[in-house]
Each structure stands twice: as structure tokens, then as C-alpha cells.
């Protein structure tokens, strides 16, 4: 069993550089292979993605319909677990009811001036492809976490891309999770061709205007190679996590949250943040414990994220350096394990998700619990959020003056634009507008 790695901070005055390092940090080696993958979706359409669900997905199946068929959704039902099933559903009802609560008002507007109205009116895109990885796992709740906000929102078109498995099909909690929600378009193409698929349309697949959910770095490297085609939505690339925890903590229960997010993959960074070195010991015989009752591979995944250069534990020389190291990482995923959580999270700027207290582990969130856990990784959360119904919607601004609000406007319109030289702008403003306005009617026979 190997030994998680101990970042010991305490005699530093300075956050070392390289702790921030996330696996997609250079794409460069992804960037440069996505391009042929793209191109030939481009060009060649379904006879693409159909080569390359064989040569990347190890699609074995002598036939592929690349788009599932009412018969795969009627067999998924019929052969899943009734138990997944209902969390299936139960997740797909938190998880809405949370989207509708932040659903914004169509229209609003308010008086900002006498006679002079302001606001906003929100639109549904037309068209969204959502994308549901497989590589290390079936992951339904991505398909409810994507979708469900997308619908709420009132998208005119929601599509599903996924890979397909060895024998040309969608993994059933996938098909089912789409089916309770009203999905009835999925797309068996994954990776990069996938988003080369919904970016250009092929003769199966259509073409979108916007793509969301989590990748791996091939998807990353495919969308932003692609972002002048298809808008790439929130930048969600391999896992990422901090559990931050204080003195109050068990370190044993810190450990259990560490291996949530890193049993993901080998690509994932996670991290235990603390000042406390009782909590950062106990963390560590932890998470021993905790790896014995994994599986093999998830164990693999685990080790080899806390163990190596993108993950383990950090103990900070005071509290204070430990939120500074969270703000400066902005974690995907945060887990706040302090006696105090709702103080500490007011310290908090960067971060996708804020889970507080013990009793909020991050498998509710990914799952369950409703708010969204497709989330921006990479620091992208320091300028983004997780993924919403106002990511599936577009704002236009509505703007209404009255006859008796608009002498007012137009006169300091009209002195703003002269200043900046545009006469077309202040003619439009002028005395002529009121003239053409009164002008008498003319009755026409």
C-alpha cells in the first residue's frame, strides 16, 4: 500500500507553485491529436464515427446505429435494478426541483427614469448537446445533472453524446436516466469526435450550438479547439478536490472525503488542506484503512492521485494559509469539515461547490442532493460557476421609453453623442425624430 503524499507547509511563507498544477494544465500533447479526429468527423460524417467507436471504444459489434434506438431504452428498463431505477428518479426530482427554484423570471423590467423602462428577457438556446463520459465508469447522474437544467430551461432541442460500450450500445442507467427525464436523442459517439460530431452535424448526428459536461482531456482539447464552432460551455475537465478541515475534525473522516473525487481517475487532484497535523496524521492512516475497502481499480485511481504530484495532504502553518491555499487553488469541489462551516465559507471566493459540514459529503452532491455537480476545474472556478439554467439560457436586454420619458433621454443622448463625434446618432435624437412622429397621418383612398 502506498504512502499518500505529505505536503508540510509549516515553516513556509510562500504556497508552492507546483501544488496548484492540475493534469490538463498543458493540452498541448491532446491539441495537436484532436485535429485529424476532428477533421475527419468534418469531412467523412457517420463513416467516422463509426471507425472510431471501434478503434478508440473497442466497439466490437459487427453493426453500430449510432443513434440508440427505442429497443435499447425499452431493454434498459426491463434489465436495470428497480433500486437504481428509483434513485435514479428520486436523484432526477432533487435535482429539478433545485433548477426550477433558479429558474430566472422570463422578462423583467423596472422604471429607471419617469416614463423610461429597463430589463431583461431571458430565451432558451435552440439546440444543446449534453456530453456523458464512460471511459471509467457509467455515469447517469451526469446525464441528469446536464439534462435536467437544459429542460427546465426549455432548450428546443436537447441531444445526448456518449461513448458506446464494446457491443455498440449506451450503458443502461444511462438510457434510463434519459427516458425518465424525456431525453429520447442519444448519440453513441464519445471523445473527441463526439463534440467534432454535434459541432458540424453528421448525417445522424445533429448540429448544435452548445456543448456541456465533464471529459476527459481528449473532450477538453476537443472543445476548445472547437470553441469558434460550438460554444464549450462550463470548462469541466478531469476531477479535482479540496476537503478543508480544522482541528475539530477526525482526520479519519477527512480521509473518507479525500477518496470520493480521486477514485475517479489518475487524472483527478484532490487534496486535504489543513492546519492541524493531528487531523493531517489521522488523514493519512485514513485513508490506508479506506483504500482496503475499495476495489481494485478505484484503489488504483485513488493511490495514484494522493500519492503523486497532483493530490495528497497539505498542512498549513495556520488557518488563515489554508483558505488562502483553497482561494488560490478554486477547487471544483470543496468540502468544508470545520467546527464552524458556514463562517469559514464566508472566507471562501474560489470554488465550484461548497459542501458544508460532516453530514455533506461529496457523493450527495454528485448524486443526489440537487444542485448541480457539473462544475468548472482547471481554477476556471475562479472566474466561473457550476453549471445552471442560466447556461442553457441567453439574455436579451428590452428597453421602452414613453412620448413623455423620452425628451429627457434624448437630450443627454444627444450631447453624448455629438462628443463622440457620431452625427447619425444625434440626428437620430433630434427635433427631426418628433417632427416625422407628429407628422399628420396621410389617408390613403
Known sequence: MRTPTFHDLTESNELPAKLFKRTEADLSFFVERVKPIIEAVRVEGDAALERFAKQFDKVTAEKMSIRAEESEFEGALQRLDPKVVDAIRYAAENIRAFHEAQKPEEMW???????????????????????????????PSVLLMTAIPAI????????????????????DATLVAARLIGITEIYKCGGAQGVAAVA?????????????????????????????????????????SIVLADDSTDGELAALD???????????????????????????????????GLDAQRAEFSQTVLCGEHGGIVLTKDFETAIEFVN????????ILTAEPFEVMGKIRNAGELLLGKYTPMSLGNFVLGPNAVLPTG????????????????????????????????????????????????????????????KPKVKTE
Open 258 to 292: 479525500l477518496i470520493i473525487e480521486s477514485e475517479h481517475g489518475p487524472d483527478s487532484s484532490v487534496y486535504l488542506v489543513t492546519d492541524s497535523r493531528r487531523v493531517a496524521e489521522e488523514a493519512k492512516a485514513g485513508l490506508v484503512k479506506h483504500w482496503a
Open 200 to 240: 458540424y452535424g453528421t448525417e445522424s448526428v445533429p448540429k448544435c450550438l452548445k456543448i456541456v459536461g465533464p471529459g476527459s482531456p481528449w473532450v477538453v482539447a476537443a472543445k476548445r479547439q472547437l470553441s469558434g464552432i460550438i460554444d464549450p460551455g462550463v470548462p469541466a475537465g478531469p476531477s479535482e
Open 152 to 171: 427546465v430551461a426549455g432548450v428546443l432541442r436537447t441531444v445526448v453524446v456518449t461513448p458506446p460500450g464494446p457491443d455498440g450500445k449506451v450503458d
Open 328 to 335: 488560490e487553488y478554486a477547487p471544483e469541489h470543496l468540502g
Open 109 to 139: 423590467l423596472k422604471e429607471v427614469r419617469p416614463g423610461a423602462f429597463v430589463g431583461d428577457r431571458n430565451v432558451p438556446l435552440d439546440s444543446v448537446a449534453c456530453y456523458v463520459p464512460r471511459g471509467k465508469g457509467s455515469f
Open 379 to 438: 481554477g476556471a472556478a475562479k472566474v466561473a460557476g457550476a453549471l445552471s439554467v442560466f447556461d442553457f439560457m441567453k439574455r436579451a436586454s428590452v428597453g421602452y421609453v414613453t412620448r413623455d420619458g423620452y425628451p429627457a433621454l434624448a437630450e443627454k443622448a444627444h450631447t453624448l453623442a455629438l462628443y463622440e463625434g457620431f452625427t447619425g446618432h444625434a440626428q437620430a435624437i433630434s427635433q427631426i425624430r418628433m417632427d416625422i412622429i407628429d
